[in-house]
């Protein structure tokens, strides 16, 4: 004989209040009494889980869990005690996929109820232990391989990037993009052996920056406003002087009356292999940065081409990121980098940092590809019938 039909609200409620003041084995005769009747909802099923859990059953209460993912997938309480379950048995790897889980679906959220809140740092805790221990154990594995060796180092930083302790970052140049090249973010030193030439004349073109340095109206700003163009807004470093530039070629051009002044520096870029664009480059520059100042992250124009420093006045506290490496510049020691990835510079010193900049042709490119950009944008300044300032 069936018992009376149950107000199912009610028992609803009663279950829970047994539940909150430790009555597990109550609570549970209550949630499986309104499961029986066929009107248990996902809050009713999670309540039994807890219920269970409480009084004794891991068993009982993992089916219960089961019938609430079954009703809402994202149930974050439920994924909470599977993950949990899944971790008192044993099973560390899908226990780590239910607290990712958990936090994944909890960021989507705009607020948590605290108890919550804490249970989702707990999943994050754990999921970052996972991460941890098998970082360790995998590198151990590969030490004797030797990740040190820097034949390994591309590999290496693979390894960073799969633990999420480098992002991946790739061109995203302003103005033009040209597919298929490699995404390097420093390139190795030994692959332009063209840059022994001008690290050894450091000390002479070092001596002609600092003559240069004495003319106090030498420098203009890095970046400037064109009057005849829309000005940009939000760029804190537009007609921003604390970080300037004495140029030597600009837009492609020899600006005369500053190269005069530095011919030891041009004759040192002899073998270097500009990158020419006429009325757009190569640029050439002494570039200048002023005590703490930060030029923010940006991307360069096109990805054509590579940007070299000689850092030759470098104080303590400059550094300088490319995609997800930074490295602090040496006096002397030059650098070729990709700046159509995004990149940034600092210098948190009391005093002035300066560098000798230039571009040259990405290597990747052959004559004839190099041949056919210079025809694409002589076509594009035609077309335009002005001086470019770099816009397509």
């Known amino acids: 004989m069936s018992g009376a039909p149950i107000d199912a609200h009610a028992q609803g409620q009663a279950a829970m209040a047994a539940l909150r003041e430790g009555r597990h084995a109550e609570a549970r005769r209550m949630f499986e009494r309104l499961a029986a009747s066929g009107r248990a909802d ?64 909890a960021a989507a ?3 948590l109820p605290p108890d919550l809140a804490r249970e989702v740092a707990r999943a994050q805790s754990m999921c970052q232990r996972h991460a941890g221990q098998f970082e ?8 004797p391989l030797g990740l040190d060796d820097p034949a390994a180092e591309r590999f290496a930083q693979s390894l960073d990037v799969l633990f999420g ?45 600092e003559t240069v340095l004495r003319d ?12 005849g163009r829309p000005r940009p807004q939000g760029d804190v470093m537009l007609d921003n002087p604390d970080w300037s530039a004495f140029y030597l070629w600009k837009d492609g051009a020899v600006v005369p009356a500053n190269a005069a002044r530095c011919p030891h520096t041009l004759a040192a870029l002899a073998g270097a292999p500009l990158c020419r664009l006429p009325q757009r480059s190569p640029s050439v520059l002494f570039s200048l940065l002023k005590p703490h100042t930060r030029i923010p992250p940006h991307n360069g124009l096109v990805n054509t081409r590579l940007i ?3 850092p030759l006045i470098v104080p303590p506290g400059c550094g300088f990121r490319v995609g997800n490496e930074t490295r602090e510049w040496v006096e002397g020691k030059a650098w070729v980098f990709d700046d159509s990835i995004d990149h940034e510079a600092w210098n948190d010193s009391d005093h002035t940092r300066v560098i000798l900049l230039f571009e040259v042709w990405r290597p990747e490119l052959s004559e004839r590809e190099r041949a056919l950009v210079q025809a694409m ?3 594009i300044d035609e077309h335009v019938g002005q001086k470019p300032a770099w816009e397509i």
């Open 109 to 111: 959220r705009t607020q």
């Open 216 to 227: 106090e109206g030498a420098f203009a700003p890095y970046v400037r406003s064109d009057p």
């Open 377 to 379: 944008f002589s076509g």
């Open 308 to 310: 070299c420093h000689l």
């Open 136 to 143: 360790v154990a995998l590198r151990q594995r590969l030490a």
């Open 42 to 105: 996902a809050n009713a099923y999670l309540g039994l889980a807890y219920a269970c859990l409480g009084a004794g059953d891991p068993g009982a209460a993992l089916a219960a869990t089961e019938r609430v993912l079954a009703l809402e997938p994202g149930n974050l309480r439920a994924l909470l005690l599977k993950a949990d379950h899944l971790l008192r048995s044993g099973d560390a790897r899908t226990a780590v996929s239910h607290y990712q889980a958990v936090v994944t679906a």
């Open 165 to 209: 302790r480098r992002r991946i970052y790739v061109q995203e140049p302003r103005n033009y993009y040209f597919p298929g090249l490699p995404q390097v973010q420093f390139y190795p030193r030994a692959s332009f052996p063209w840059l022994d030439a001008v690290e050894a004349a450091t000390a002479e073109i070092r001596a002609e920056l």
